[in-house]
């Protein structure tokens, strides 16, 4: 059985006013026979006044588990007086040490409040039976119809109460979603705050002090309504209303004034659920803070700000470096273009044209990194534009092979293609698709060992042009696949790192065959080569990326480059 605090709240505070009552007036009879009249009056009196103080207590400040059990140890003391002058333990009068437990439990509904009850009960028996025992008083005849007084009037009042239909906070358990409010209240971050017919605030939980700031006193009645700002009162009232004439839960944000320091107060932002209880249409609100997910949101505007700038500043930066590297670049591969061809007279010494063709080489190596480089800023940038048009994909793929087979010659590599005749037009940026298979190539090239073979496949697929680059190289294991793709990325192993690269070919064709909207697989395994596939749709991108410097291009390419940083 679940209940909510307020109706344990108000059984406590009933039992205190009425029961010192009744209990007087049912107890007189063996009161009279044991005290003098003077002193019946002033125990009556001082029951009723214990009991009513502890009442004033409850009520100003609502700790009802302190006082449910400060009132079970007066009820205790009150039995052990009234049993006493009924004859002691012998007397029908003692049944109503079975009134403890039961009025605990009624009070709480929990089994842990009825063992309190057993163990009070347990220990007021102990009492009576040491008293007995030492003759203190001596036990009344049994006959009497009058000693079952008490006992009957009790259970009569039992009847009464117990045979009455189930309280509206009661709820089977079975059915959680029937009763919101012991889900609301469980919340341990929420205030809980009900609202009768009027609008008005009849009862708050206990964590209003710590979400808000405010003991529950403040925002009982209107006091909850006066502290929301003005600008939220329009929207919470109609909330309110709509939740009364649907039944829906409303969900809202509204800015409450609040303590801040000392003395001062200030206006903060809060998460506000209504839920309406089915059984008695009461609801109930959920307020929670909304401070951190405000602070939060204030911390990524200001890292999105950050990173924006980091970004034009690392865009300035590769455009200045790029333009300083390049101008003494070409000037250096240029002339020793020139002295190797013998345009300045024949070298002294041979190996003065081995020196020379060593500088034209690392020059061009050079110029190949400072172009990836750029085009991988592009990509992250989302500024690489694509001219698509059609045009034979197996020039590009013969451009490919006459491009690196004098590379595949040196390493006794043999270079096949295995591509349909038919394969047609291909609608897209040239220069990108044949930069893709120049780089898969030189890869399969570059890490098949002598005597391998590289192949250049590819087929229709609708209206789908796939193609794919396998060779019988080293392989890469499982775990290193999904680094594939990453900026300056290379798959660790002794066999690599013999070899030049910067990592950045094929993190060019993932950007790259993005941009044309294809996707691209790798399989691969230790030992058993590597098969890179690329599918690409005949008819190109969409229309609106495949303009080259449109605004669909630098939209579709800020779109990769956010997939392109998330990889990197």
């Known amino acids: 059985m679940a209940e909510s605090a307020f109706n344990s709240h108000l059984r406590l505070a009933g039992l205190l006013l009425l029961a010192p009552i009744g209990l007087s007036a049912l107890a007189t009879p063996y009161l009279s026979s044991f005290f003098t009249v003077p002193i019946m009056l002033a125990l009556v009196c001082v029951g009723i006044a214990a009991s009513w103080g502890l009442l004033v207590g409850l009520a100003s400040t609502g700790r009802d588990s302190l006082f449910a059990a400060a009132g079970l140890v007066l009820g205790g003391l009150a039995l052990t007086v009234v049993i006493a002058a009924a004859g002691g333990v012998a007397s029908p009068v003692t049944l109503m040490l079975i009134a403890l437990p039961l009025e605990a439990w009624w009070v709480k509904r ?74 609301l209240e469980a919340l341990s971050d929420a205030a809980v705050l009900r609202v009768d017919s009027a609008g008005e605030v009849v009862s708050v939980n206990r964590h209003s002090q710590t979400v808000l700031g405010l003991p ?76 951190e997910e405000v602070d939060l949101k204030h911390r990524l505007e200001e890292a999105i700000e950050r990173a924006d700038r980091l970004e034009l500043t690392k865009s300035r930066f590769l455009a200045a470096v790029s333009h300083e590297l390049r ?11 020139m002295m190797n061809s013998g345009m300045a007279g024949p070298f002294a010494d041979p190996r003065q044209a081995e020196y020379v063709g060593i500088i034209r080489e690392s020059g061009q190596h050079l110029l190949s990194v400072v172009n990836s480089i750029l085009d991988v800023s592009k990509i992250e940038s989302g500024t690489y534009t694509i001219n698509a048009e059609p045009f034979p994909f197996a020039d590009a793929v013969e451009f490919c092979r006459a491009m690196l087979a004098g590379q595949a010659k040196t390493k006794a590599i043999s270079l096949r293609v295995q591509i349909e005749r038919d394969i047609g037009d291909v609608c897209g940026d040239r220069r990108a698709i044949q930069q893709t298979l120049i780089n898969l190539v030189g890869n399969a090239i570059k890490f098949t060992p002598e005597g391998g073979a590289v192949t250049i496949g590819a087929h229709r697929q609708g209206r789908r042009l796939q193609f794919w680059v396998s060779d019988t190289g080293i392989g890469i294991a499982a775990c290193d696949l999904e680094q594939i793709g990453r900026p300056f990325v290379q798959v660790c192993s002794d066999y690599n790192r013999q070899h030049e690269g910067a990592g950045l070919g094929l993190s060019i064709v993932k950007g790259l065959v993005e941009l044309h909207q294809g996707t691209l697989s790798v399989a691969s395994a230790p030992g058993e080569g590597t098969t890179v596939t690329v599918t690409l749709p005949i008819d190109g991108p969409e229309t609106d990326a495949a303009i080259g410097g449109s605004k669909g291009t630098e939209r579709h390419g800020r779109q990769i480059a956010e997939s392109f940083r998330k990889s990197a």
Do not use: C
């Open 216 to 291: 529950g006193q403040h925002l009982r009645g209107q006091g909850f309504f006066e502290r929301l700002h003005v600008a939220d009162r329009v929207t919470y009232l109609t909330a309110l209303a709509d939740l009364r004439l649907t039944g829906v839960d409303q969900t809202l944000d509204v800015r409450l004034r609040v303590p801040e320091g000392e003395t001062g107060s200030a206006v903060k932002l809060f998460a506000l659920t209504m839920v309406q209880r089915k059984i008695d249409l009461s609801v109930f609100l959920s307020v929670r803070s909304r401070g």
């Open 110 to 183: 929990s089994r842990r409040a009825a063992q309190a009850g057993f163990f009070a009960a347990a220990s007021v028996l102990g009492v009576l039976v040491a008293l007995q025992g030492a003759g203190l008083f001596l036990p009344l005849a049994p006959s009497a119809f009058w000693h079952w007084l008490l006992p009957i009037g009790y259970a009569f009042s039992l009847l009464q109460r117990f045979n009455q239909t189930p309280h509206a906070d009661v709820v089977p358990t079975s059915d959680p979603t029937s009763d919101p409010t012991s889900e």
């Open 327 to 337: 101008t003494p670049l070409n000037a250096i591969i240029g002339f020793s273009e």
